[in-house]
């Protein structure tokens, strides 16, 4: 939106209430941003950190309180912004996040002749003369729109195969709102990247424009009505996903008609179970299903709560189970593009690995980190996060105290906030879909770990890119060979530099730890090279098998030299 634009939409004639609105957002920002600058800037030059240290928590709890409330009075938009910002665990505090995150996109109904006022004059006719008929009690409100039952003509039946039909309809003036709310939050954002401790961790301007696309698409319902479409292709083949039609014909950009596929909600496990279904057999099936979106498809739906997914029962005695899911709401999507797919199988291998260098070198590759980051002190705070985890497999977590996890996450999230980069939204809206889908999850089955339906998909993604993971794993083998073979030699040049006097020892113990640094080293080579011929020998013997067969034999040599190098020094 052009600054011409966002003037015009705040000083329209009429738009009294826009200009209230505008005036109400900047003080509230202007307000909590002095006290941020008071506290976090002047008090510290005056030698009095400890005061602004000691009351940050608080102050930050009752600026996300008082953003609450203003959320909730004003409605439209700045609920949006309270969603978006409890999600951003990398950029806010978790005291801000943590109030935030309850705030419920939810406002009382608009009065029904506002909404037919408005379906009339987009349809270009009376609603009575496009549709049977309407109910005017909506099914769902919401800050952006709102939803209502209704009947297709019998002749618009015919031709679309479809009966009962749900007629979404904007909130009447919710174009100024959005207009008058990014232009105050464009205004807000030009403020912060003028002060440095936020404009070194975040380009706040940046996350402007980013909640501004996702909001305008939200609000245009022939995006919405496309990625209705485009997701129903994804899983035509599949008879566990369902997903409404558009009745293109009775769709605007401010009016969208589907199908009314309202069913059993995902979560009334009494309704499932009186039709039959085991809640427990569903909760596998939703994960699986999402992260096909996400891992195969590179198209999912980013908003996955239980008010947007249904069980469907199905009454074919043929088909291979009795139900199937079906998704609504395609305003919110995300795209996992080739990019973050190879960062994103990065992150996993360096994950697995709890490898704090290599999961450094995933998020460069991503994108994320600004210049200025201190990739060195990542790494080391990385290394010692996963020091608490290291070595063990996906089972061995499943055993970890939840509490665990949870500091775990506290100090992550204390990491990340200290460092100068951002997630990009596609990756936020992958974390917010795994998080909701895991809750979706853990509410139908208390037993439910996510961590059983992640493995496969972990193995898929890590063989997708290139089709042959062997080939990944040989080439970081080969890499740490490499290392290893000249780790010997460059132990010996230091003791030839210590023997001679050329570098300054101050511990009389380091000969003892170079042999045996010397000794590991040794052992280290065998073993890398065992595993080099052995995934060669795997490699190969698909297509010779007696040459492959070879090197898996060989193999044994290094390994049985690598033990006898360890025994020996008992």
Known sequence: MSSTSQRSSVSAPGSGNTRARYRRILRFAAWHLAVAWWFELILPRLGLAKIAERTRAKRMRRFARRFHALALD????????????????????????????????????????????????????????????????????ASLGQAHRALLL??????????????????????????????????????????????SRANVPALVEEFGQTSLEEIDYLQEAANADRFANDFADDDKVAVPHVVWERTTRRVLTLEDVTAIKITDSEALLAAGIDPAEVAPVFAS?????????????????PGNIFITPIVDPAAERSWKLTF?????????????????????IAA???????????????????????????????????????????????????????DFAVEFGEVVRSLPFQLPENFLLII????LTSGVCSSLDSRFNLWDSVEPYAAKLLREERGNIVQDVGRQALDAAGVALRLPMRLDELLTRIEAGSLPVANPKLERQVERLNRTARRLVSTVMFGVLLIAGAAVRADDTVFGSVLMVVSVVPLLHGLWVGRRHH
């Open 154 to 199: 019998p002749l618009d039946a015919a031709e679309t195969g479809l009966d009962s039909v749900v007629l979404k309809v904007q909130r009447p003036g919710i174009d100024a709102i959005v207009a008058v709310d990014l232009a105050a939050l464009r205004k807000v954002g030009g403020w912060l990247s003028h002060v440095r401790f936020v404009s």
């Open 352 to 406: 697995a690995a709890r490898d704090g260098k290599g999961l450094v070198a995933a998020i460069s590759d991503v994108g994320v980190l600004a210049a200025s980051a201190d990739t060195a002190e990542l790494e080391r705070a990385m290394t010692a996060l996963f020091g608490r985890f290291g070595g063990m497999g996906f089972a061995e977590l499943r055993e970890v105290d939840p509490r665990e996890f949870k």
């Open 289 to 305: 299903v999402m992260f096909d979106q996400m891992f195969t498809n590179g198209f999912f739906h980013a908003d996955p709560h």
């Open 328 to 348: 609504i709401d395609f305003g919110m999507m995300g795209e996992v593009p080739p990019k973050t797919r190879t960062g994103l199988r990065r992150l996993l």
């Open 74 to 141: 004003l409605g439209g938009l700045m609920i949006k912004v309270g969603q978006f910002m409890s999600s951003r665990l990398d950029v806010l505090p978790p005291e801000i996040t943590a109030e935030l995150e309850g705030l419920q996109d939810e406002v009382p109904p608009v009065p029904f002749p506002a909404i037919r006022a408005l379906a009339e004059a987009e349809l270009h006719a009376p609603l009575d003369k496009v549709f049977a008929s309407v109910e005017e009690t909506p099914i769902a409100a």
């Open 432 to 435: 917010r879909a795994m998080s």
